[in-house]
């Protein structure tokens, strides 16, 4: 059965869309059949895998009462084992804000659920700022990945990140796991890096990846190529790692404490 990990953070520009993507490639590269979903609007993903954005502009939900299958708007990609969707919208939900209720929060969960078992690993790449959409990719996944960029207020939006989720975990999915709190754009012979993992290390120490995501100016350069990382440079030292992560994800046992909170 495929594990669905959601990319999420509240802040906007941590590395969540970068991450979803190269994630996505390791974990279909490493032998897994993955599908990657951007539930974000904006096409990052689709570009980078070389779809051009109306190509991958669907149907899926343009009559919410017809039954909704996403099979038949799973894109096959250059790359062995990877798939793709992109899902964007979700009716009703994404102008909804946090603490509002949620309404009609199953229907992620319940148009993955027949495709589950077709993968290993399902990358659901979120869009910035909590809204009903996260909230979908939330109920519906079963581990969540925490992306954060060294500075100041960062350490605050992991707070307010892992506050949501107990609360999605406490009324919706109370086997929503941490997979890991990964620092990305991590700048080595830094002192506000180095200062700001040891803080992470230290606010959370069972859910601090060992793997970090080193800046890169090779990153920016796949962007502005329309290209992902991993195939454009898989030498990289970005691309190593995430290489690595998928062998410490892989490894790794997730957890929560026994009241089911974090
Ligand atoms: N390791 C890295 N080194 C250098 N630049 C990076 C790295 N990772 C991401 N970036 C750049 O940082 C910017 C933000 O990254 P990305 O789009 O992945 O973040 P995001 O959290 O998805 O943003 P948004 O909140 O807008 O969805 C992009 O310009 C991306 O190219
Ligand atoms: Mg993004």
């Not at 990990?5 to 906007?12: D, E, F, L, Y």
């Not at 793709?84 to 009609?104: A, S, V, W």
């Not at 754009?185 to 290390?201: C, G, P, R, V």
Request: proline share 5%; hydrophobic share 40%.
């Amino acid at each position: 059965m495929g594990k669905i990990i959601a990319i999420t953070t509240p802040k906007g520009k941590a590395g969540k869309t970068t991450t979803a993507i190269n994630l996505a490639i390791a974990f279909a590269l490493s032998g897994k059949k993955t599908l990657l979903i951007d539930l974000d609007t904006a096409g990052s993903c689709a570009v980078s895998l070389g779809f051009s954005k109306d190509e991958v502009a669907n149907k899926l939900f343009d009559d919410p009462k017809s039954e909704i299958s996403l099979r038949r708007f799973i894109l096959k990609t250059v790359i062995e084992k990877l798939y793709f969707i992109q899902i964007g919208r979700l009716p009703y939900l994404d102008t909804q804000k946090l603490g509002e209720t949620i309404t009609n929060e199953l229907i992620l969960k319940n148009i993955l659920e027949p495709e589950k078992s077709k993968y290993e690993s399902i990358i659901l790449d979120c869009p910035p700022h909590i809204t009903g959409t996260i909230n979908a990719g939330l109920i519906a996944a079963d581990s969540v990945l925490i992306p954060v960029v060294p500075g100041k207020l960062s350490i605050a939006s992991v707070r307010r990140m892992i506050a949501h989720l107990n609360t999605i975990r406490e009324q919706y999915n109370p086997e929503l796991k941490i997979e890991g709190i990964l620092l990305t754009m991590y700048e080595y012979n830094n002192n506000l890096s180095f200062t700001f993992k040891k803080e992470l290390f230290r606010n959370y120490p069972k859910y601090t990846l060992n793997t970090s995501i080193p800046k890169s100016a090779t990153v920016k350069e796949a962007a502005a190529k329309k290209k992902s990382l991993l195939i454009y440079h898989p030498n990289d030292k970005a691309a190593k790692a995430y290489f690595r992560l998928v062998d410490e994800i892989s490894e790794r046992k997730l957890l929560f404490n026994s009241k089911g909170k974090v």
